[in-house]
């Protein structure tokens, strides 16, 4: 099997900025992912990768690396992208400044016996594939989270001090909207909302002044328009997705896509956590629009209105002009084809 892989480089020490190259290698199907590593390194002396607790990312999703090529490609297709598996704290290629989950963890460290301490362990990877990183770098991580629900339900007697450690922290638990990064899914959502209810001290609520209403425009055609679609959720099929794009040209639009289509976009933070709500989807409208789009439909009629009552805020929060028309998929059925 022919693999196109583009491999991220960066030397803290000598590199200003990271790069990427890009390498053609054969392998065979039964080849672990990481069995790669060491042939880009054969080729590009430069690359480096950590000797131990190996994880990195493959096509934004992160895994250990004995996954096979054949699991991998059946996946994500035969063009990969590897990072280490945070691009913010990489030293030298993939290997990381991982203090950070130990500064985490010293949160809970006065209530941990060594049980809780070695569950931690095992959380590494899923610290790092936490969404929320990519909205603010200083996020304790959903890891530690999961770790202090874990420790109330074994009937910790420091549940207060607990959850205070966890709520109170600036970039702690109301900042997180809990989606799944891994190669091999792991789902959390509710865990991380039922810490939330047992907490307290969510932020004030935020909502900018003079912050611009969404003027919803009368659409008949979508000829001659660009429309990407948000499916709202990477539970959502991709036959779905694809079957709307499909509707989407049928009716005379060019069909677009983004990479947050899949993605959740600040719905769960509304109430607990309006400005990282509105960051999460002003950074979801904003991926439409740079991807080309000036029509986004949306799944549900929920989340369409959402949108349209946020798009002010998220203008305010991202500091871009958002000129998005916004519709609900119900509405797109309405809406006639190309004429015959």
Known sequence: MTLQ????????????????RNFTIYVDKKTTIKEILPRIKAEAFQF???????HFRVN???LDGDQTVKEVTDRLGTTLQIDPISAYRSTHGLEINDTDFETSFALLAPYASAEDRAYYETLYPLHYASETFGYNNRYIGDAILLLAARMIEGGNPHKTEILDAVASHHEGLWECEYENNLFHAQAHAQTI????SMAKGAPDSYRPLFARRYKAAEITSLEGRAVAFYAGSDEMSQGIIESTLEQIERKGAKAVRFDKACRLAGQT???THPKMAYLKMGSMLLDALDSGADTLVVSSEEDAVLFQRSIGYCEKVTQRDIPLTILSRGKLMGISGQAA
Do not use: M, Q, S, T
Not at 48 to 54: F, G, K, N, S, V
Not at 193 to 196: A, Y
């Open 5 to 20: 892989i583009k491999a991220y480089f960066f030397n803290a020490a000598l590199d200003y900025l990271p790069y990427y």
């Open 48 to 54: 480096a990768y950590p000797a131990e607790r190996l």
């Open 60 to 62: 934004g999703l992160v």
């Open 193 to 196: 909302e039922g810490l939330k």
């Open 269 to 271: 933070l509304v109430k």
